[in-house]
């Protein structure tokens, strides 16, 4: 790919170091990512994998102690890099004594959002997040799910080219966590670029495209998702409607052709899209709950085409204008 | 492109998350009706009960600005580090030293609100202590009322529309106080003749009383504005130290450091000034701590003295340069500062 890659890494590395300068861990050892415009990344691995530092480095919060790192071309510790990027931290850090609305306002206006254009924000995300009827509620108040959902409200905020999220899916219910999986995807259309750290594997398989595996600080494996998961000498013949006579007659055939006897097993659905189905047919016959509401629908100014929020935003809405 | 927007965003936030912690109201509401009381607890002393109150009214605010001012710097940047919430702001096109920039100047603002309310309420408790084996009824009833007044109208405010009761209390409280204050002083523009002040005794039986004086007016005494501007000085002072502590330390061993500091600087004439003469580390061990005997100032308004302005130019100047280095050593280590 010719275009600058959005987030690049080279032998990346981060040592812990106690009191007296000793090193102490070796969290990320020699990474190398390279992440291109509108692509959803994941980076998987267990806890104290390294996801979480590499992340921080990414942000600029923790300084690395070899290797390089470019983030929209520049050092991530440049202001006006931040800008440009949107982060979930791991865990929902906000401020307990503000309510939702409030928590918004604040982070916009770091962006340097003002007026009617970042009150129209705050309500557009608030209802992606399904959040809009408890705007006046104090965040510490807020479930784990519900803190999630304002953290990723915040995140989007400036609509940022970059969208780094640790965990995103962390403590939400199934349907939460699909409505975060449609925005990430909604995102990815739109050409931002998703880094997703995650160690819950369905989450990263449904929606990125490649993915890298830290264990001990160092990459184990890396690459697109559909080349990493296929079984090498394995096929699958999907079909539908047969009745008993043709599957026989399909099995005999098979048999006397390859000289082995398939299996044939149903298609099931997995878990996550039953419980959907079930959920959306009590939501039909016994209306909303007084829980979280959102569709997982992209907030309306997420969906605005570069050009025209540009030229809004060159008076009025200054997070809003990015190019790569 | 920066953005200078960002430092008010977080200097207001920090205005706005403080007093929304309940221990902001409890401890500013506690000391603010112990100055209050003070007048009717020392109303029976044998005499001089009107320096009594000045010295303890003033050491109380001394003390109470201490108690905010540490903790809400600790608070301010160690929590902020601690649960996260500075790494989630730092993300975003804000640099460091704006940051902690923006926390001190919202802790100062906080801080500022409180030594205004204390101030007043200093002023009300003097004038209520001015005459000997009386309480200046008149001028405490608003104090206390406008502190029950400001828990009142939060309570309906909590109640009608969910406002968050601290803060709304913290700030009513503030407001009140200025009524009350300007009420009681607006009543004192009468004319009061020569020697009102003077308690007119009465014998009787052997006993002595105080003979009852119901519209005698006692003017308010500015010059207990300066001592109340010192103690507010050396409350910035301290908060940031407490600050740049905050930054390696946890809350509880900033405190600890903080008060240590202060009680080095309240000893340093005794420690060390004897000693700077023979020792260099004595004399910059001297020069480097604050020295608090100069921003307390209580004693100089025995007897109808008077603390001058220019003296408490000189200290605001002491102030600024000290709190200057010790900002800058705070924007420095926060500058190459780690932040998880």
């Keep these: 790919m010719s275009e600058e890659p959005v987030v690049m890494t080279h032998n990346l590395q981060k040592i812990f170091k106690d009191f007296w300068r000793r090193p102490r861990a070796r969290a990320v050892d020699g990474i190398n990512l390279t992440l291109h415009k509108g692509e959803v990344y994941g980076l998987l691995g267990p806890n104290g994998s390294g996801k979480s530092t590499t992340i921080k480095v990414l942000l600029g919060l923790l300084h690395p102690d070899g290797g390089e790192v470019k983030v929209l071309g520049k050092p991530p510790r440049n202001v006006d890099v931040k800008r440009r990027v949107g982060y979930l931290p791991e865990e929902s850090y906000l401020y307990p004594y503000l309510d939702a609305r409030e928590t918004l306002r604040f982070y916009a206006t770091l962006f340097g959002l003002q007026g009617t254009s970042r009150e129209k924000r705050i309500d557009e995300l608030l209802e992606m997040v399904g959040l809009s009827h408890t705007g006046h509620r104090r965040v510490g108040e807020f479930s784990k799910g519900m803190a999630r959902r304002i953290g990723l409200a915040q995140a989007l905020i400036n609509d940022p080219d970059l969208v780094i999220l640790d965990e995103p899916t962390s403590g939400l219910d199934p349907l939460g966590t699909r409505q975060v999986k449609d925005i990430v995807t909604a995102l990815a259309e739109k050409g931002k670029t998703v880094l997703l750290s995650s160690h819950l594997l369905a989450d990263v398989e449904d929606v990125c495209e490649r993915i890298t595996i830290l264990y001990g600080g160092k990459v184990q494996a890396s690459g697109p998702i559909r080349d990493l998961l296929q079984v090498a000498n394995h096929l699958q013949i999907r079909l539908k409607d047969l009745d008993e006579t043709q599957r026989t007659h399909l099995l005999d055939t098979l048999e006397q052709q390859l000289g082995q006897r398939p299996t044939l097993e149903p298609t099931r659905k997995d878990l996550e899209s039953f419980f959907l189905e079930v959920v959306a047919q009590a939501r039909r016959e016994s209306g909303e709950g007084s829980g979280t509401r959102a569709e997982g629908k992209l907030a309306g100014f997420l969906t605005e085409k570069k050009s025209e929020s540009k030229g809004q935003s060159l008076d009025t809405n200054p997070a809003a204008s990015s190019d790569i | ?340």
């Design chain 2, 1 to 340: 492109m920066k953005y200078p927007g960002s430092f008010f965003p977080l200097a207001r936030l920090t205005c706005v998350e403080i007093p929304r912690q309940p221990a902001l109201l409890l401890l500013s509401t506690t000391l603010i009706l112990f100055i209050g009381c003070l007048p009717f607890l020392i109303t029976h002393n044998l005499g001089e009960a009107g320096k009594l109150v000045r010295d303890s009214a003033l050491a109380m605010m001394f003390l109470g600005s201490l108690l905010l001012a540490v903790p809400a710097a600790c608070n301010a940047v160690s929590t902020e580090i601690r649960r996260g919430t500075a790494g989630a702001i730092l993300s975003k096109p804000v640099s460091r030293i704006r940051f902690l920039a923006a926390k001190f100047t919202g802790v100062s603002m906080i801080m500022l609100v409180f030594s205004g309310m204390a101030s007043l309420a200093i002023l009300m408790a003097d004038r209520a202590s001015a005459l000997d084996f009386q309480v200046g009824w008149r001028y405490l009833i608003p104090l206390y009322l406008a502190i029950v007044g400001a828990y009142l109208i939060a309570s309906v405010i909590n109640f009608m529309t969910r406002r968050p009761f601290a803060s709304t209390a913290f700030w009513c409280m503030a407001i009140l106080i200025l009524v009350a204050f300007t009420w009681t002083g607006i009543r004192s523009e009468t004319p009061h003749e020569e020697g009102a002040h003077e308690p007119q005794v009465i014998e009787h039986a052997g006993h002595t009383h105080a003979a009852p004086q119901p519209h005698v007016e006692v003017p308010i005494r500015w010059s207990l504005l300066p001592a109340c501007a010192l103690i507010t000085l050396a409350a910035l002072m301290l908060q940031a130290l407490a600050l740049l502590c905050a930054l390696k330390l946890g809350v509880v061993p900033s405190l600890s450091v903080s008060f240590g500091f202060f009680m080095m600087g309240l000893m340093s004439d005794y420690l060390l000034a004897s000693r700077a003469a023979e020792s260099l580390w004595a004399k910059i061990l001297y020069f480097a701590l604050p020295n608090w005997q100069h921003f307390w100032m209580a004693d100089a308004l025995t007897g109808g003295g008077q603390i001058p302005w220019m003296y408490v130019a000189s200290a605001a100047l002491y102030a600024l340069t000290w709190t200057t280095g010790i900002l800058v050593i705070a924007f420095g280590i926060f500058d190459r500062m780690e932040v998880c």
